[in-house]
């Protein structure tokens, strides 16, 4: 069985391809162009990489109870796939103009070390253990963290491929 962070990697490869530096430059006026997709999704990893670098050192979870709004969230996007259009991203994980080639080298990285981390988390807290807060999801456990990453990767993943007229 192949893990969501392994779809998920392949499924941005995938939308890559062989893709010039130039057509990773396009994008419609005020949105974000392929390569500013690619720099939110590393900033994303390594801001989870974190967190879960948190956790471990802590020897605890650092979850909060989850609200009724944070619940229904988590079922429209962990559970159904559903990523909602039009979300502003939080200022962490904004393109910042990080150079395409340094983000192309360190996403696999990241996304490799998120697996790994994530893997830690649940031998040392189990499966079920919320071990994090997601800035708009509220607390996930490791299996709900891997699962948000594939449908927000495959949200961006479309949208490069969009940007780059291969839909």
């Avoid at 962490?92 to 990241?110: C, D, F, K, T, Y």
């Avoid at 927000?152 to 479309?158: D, F, I, V």
């Amino acid at each position: 069985m192949v893990s969501s962070l392994e779809r998920l990697r392949q499924e941005l490869e995938d939308a890559i391809g062989s893709a010039s530096p130039s057509a990773l430059a396009q994008a419609p006026a005020g949105k974000w162009n392929g390569a500013q997709i690619l720099e939110h999704l590393f900033l994303t990893y390594q801001n989870t990489n974190r967190g879960i670098d948190k956790c471990l050192k802590q020897g605890a979870p650092l979850a909060t109870r989850a609200t009724w709004k944070q619940r229904v969230a988590v079922l429209l996007v962990v559970n159904l796939g559903y990523l909602p259009e039009g979300r502003k991203a939080p200022e962490r994980v904004m393109p910042r103009g990080m150079a395409l080639e340094e983000v192309q080298r360190a996403i696999v990285s990241e996304l490799q070390r998120m697996g790994s981390g994530l893997d830690d988390c649940e031998r040392r807290f189990g499966a079920r253990t919320k071990i994090m807060d997601h800035p708009f999801l509220g607390p996930l456990t490791a299996g709900e963290w891997r699962k948000f990453h594939w449908v927000h990767g495959r949200h961006h993943a479309r949208q490069i491929r969009q940007r780059m007229g291969n839909c």
